[in-house]
């Protein structure tokens, strides 16, 4: 089996990694200090949740209308000049009070992120061989795990030690970082496909995209439960404003966890039995919230439900496995992009259920919905792990 050593041994490996490292910290920064800001202002759950995730919410448009420049343009000039585009919009969020203007910058973000995501993921099916792909993706998704930790922790005390205008300058500056190790840390490629982008091209390959046999269930399972767990995480600052660094850090190391357990120590046997079990995992220990336990417990809860956060990494591997080269980074970008629009959905139902009842029972709600949409995609999946041959792309 190969290991994490031998990943690092390519440097251009090191520089993706280090690039998805200082935007996962710039993006938690960023997110802490502007869901402060905008909870010390109005005092609304659902603006909070919305403010933290609202980038997310632009995925959907940036999937609709723009995906098609992921698999279209040089990876090096998109990822360095998307990272640029994000370091100003979020330096002008530094500036902007808390209102609904705020909103249109977050849009802006996430239109940059959508096509960032596909351009990064279809890169990393470039950079490292087939059958490293898992072990790659697990390194990029530990990257987001550590800095989550780093990032929260960082960002809870500038907020506090500074401001949160001046938390989102901080942000910013990563931001900028990542544009600048992007640049030189990576090699100039070549676009995988031929042809400009266009929405008619993205609308096009989308639907081509969703025509796979057994894409479909893929899609929805990336989608939907973790969308809703990501809503019961969008509480965390109603639940406990003193204790919500303290929970996002405990999600974000279980997340760590399966990453590592996933990508390094699992075997193709092993994963295919626990891939039920984790993506039930991932929501069961937030039913405890609805008791309102003490914070240790509730960190404890959020780190073992954060661990099956791992059945995404062998969902996206069966999702590689069954799309074209020329069209991964499409394919991984429309992944990510309905994955952080579901996220933002949800997170915003999450705000408008703990508007009427309470952050605990809100949690343990979302966690609920996430279960039953798990246990409904269940015999899909199955399905298509027994089936036969590797599905090609529908013809045009």
Do not use: K
Not at 151 to 175: R, W, Y
Not at 229 to 249: D, K, N, R, T
């Amino acid at each position: 089996m190969q290991t994490y050593r031998d990943l690092f041994r390519n440097r251009e490996f090191t520089a993706l990694f280090t690039t998805a490292c200082v935007q996962n910290a710039a993006s938690t920064v960023t997110g802490l200090a502007l869901a402060t800001a905008v909870y010390r202002s109005t005092g609304s759950p659902l603006l909070t949740a919305l403010s933290m995730f609202g980038p997310s919410i632009a995925q959907l448009a940036g999937a609709t209308l723009l995906l098609s420049a992921a698999d279209r343009l040089p990876p090096r000039a998109a990822i360095s000049s998307l990272a640029l585009v994000t370091a100003t919009l979020v330096a002008i969020l530094s500036t902007t009070p808390p209102t609904v203007a705020v909103f249109g910058v977050l849009l802006g973000m996430g239109l940059a992120g959508s096509v960032a995501g596909g351009v990064r993921g279809g890169l990393l099916t470039e950079i490292v061989p087939e059958r490293a792909y898992l072990l790659g993706r697990s390194a990029l998704n530990i990257s987001t795990g550590t800095m989550q930790i780093a990032g929260f922790a960082t960002g809870g005390l500038l907020v506090l030690v500074l401001s949160p205008g001046q938390t989102l300058l901080a942000g910013a500056g990563l931001h900028l970082l990542a544009a600048v190790v992007a640049r030189f840390g990576l090699s100039r490629r070549a676009p995988r496909a031929a042809g400009r982008p266009s929405v008619a091209e993205t609308w096009r390959v989308n639907r081509r995209l969703w025509a796979i046999p057994g894409v479909r269930p893929i899609y929805l399972a990336l989608w939907i439960p973790n969308g809703l767990i990501v809503g019961c995480e969008a509480l965390f600052v109603p639940w406990s404003s003193s204790g919500a660094g303290v929970l996002l850090a405990a999600a974000a190391a279980g997340m760590l966890a399966g990453d590592v357990l996933a990508g390094r120590y699992l075997t193709p046997r092993w994963r295919t039995r626990l891939a039920p079990l984790l993506r039930l995992l991932l929501a069961v220990p937030y039913l405890l919230f609805v008791l309102d336990p003490p914070l240790p417990i509730a960190a404890f809860a959020a780190a073992a439900a954060s661990v099956g956060y791992c059945s995404t990494l062998l969902l996206q591997e069966g999702l590689v496995a069954i799309t074209p080269p020329e069209t991964r980074g499409q394919a991984l970008g429309l992944h990510t992009s309905g994955m952080l629009t579901m996220q933002a959905v949800c997170a915003a139902l999450a705000g408008t259920v703990a508007e009427h009842t309470a952050p605990g029972v809100a949690i343990a709600a979302m966690a609920s919905a996430s279960i039953v949409v798990t246990l409904a995609l269940a015999p899909a999946l199955r399905r298509r792990r027994m089936s036969s041959g590797h599905a090609t792309m529908a013809p045009a």
